[in-house]
């Protein structure tokens, strides 16, 4: 048995992109980008406790970590793209590695 998430195909670095645009989408809220990081790493450790692993659990802190950083100032519209950004990442077919087919095959 293999993880296959990372060592067959790219996986992390579409989680990584999401984190990058979740930054982007947040900051408006005043924080650094390292402290919004830093609370979006922590509300993944409660939830992975709680749910699991995956885009589902990951979209959940996500959303979790939006509204704790907008507070009062959080809008509809970012919780929106938020939502579908995941949605998308679910989506997201995996980019199976070069030589892999090959490997598997032999």
Same mark, same amino acid.
């Given at each position: 048995?293999?993880?296959a998430d990372?060592? %067959?195909?790219? !996986? !992390? =670095? +579409? +989680?990584?992109?999401?984190?990058?645009?979740?930054?982007?989408?947040?900051? #408006?809220?005043?924080?650094?980008?390292?402290?919004?990081? &830093?609370?979006? !790493?922590?509300?993944?450790?409660? !939830?992975?406790?709680?749910?699991?692993?995956? =885009?589902?659990? +990951?979209?959940?802190? %996500?959303?979790?970590?939006y509204?704790?950083?907008?507070?009062?100032?959080?809008?509809?519209?970012?919780?929106?793209?938020?939502? &579908?950004?995941?949605? /998308?990442?679910?989506?997201?077919? #995996?980019?199976?590695?070069?030589?892999? #087919? /090959?490997t %598997?095959?032999y």
């Amino acid at each position: 048995m293999i993880d296959a998430d990372d060592t %067959l195909w790219e !996986n !992390n =670095v +579409f +989680f990584e992109k999401l984190i990058e645009d979740f930054i982007t989408l947040t900051e #408006p809220c005043g924080y650094a980008r390292a402290y919004i990081r &830093h609370i979006l !790493n922590e509300t993944e450790r409660k !939830n992975i406790r709680q749910y699991g692993y995956g =885009v589902r659990s +990951f979209g959940r802190s %996500l959303e979790e970590t939006y509204l704790k950083l907008a507070d009062q100032m959080a809008k509809r519209e970012t919780l929106a793209e938020i939502h &579908h950004r995941v949605i /998308e990442l679910e989506s997201t077919p #995996p980019k199976i590695l070069d030589g892999v #087919p /090959e490997t %598997l095959a032999y």
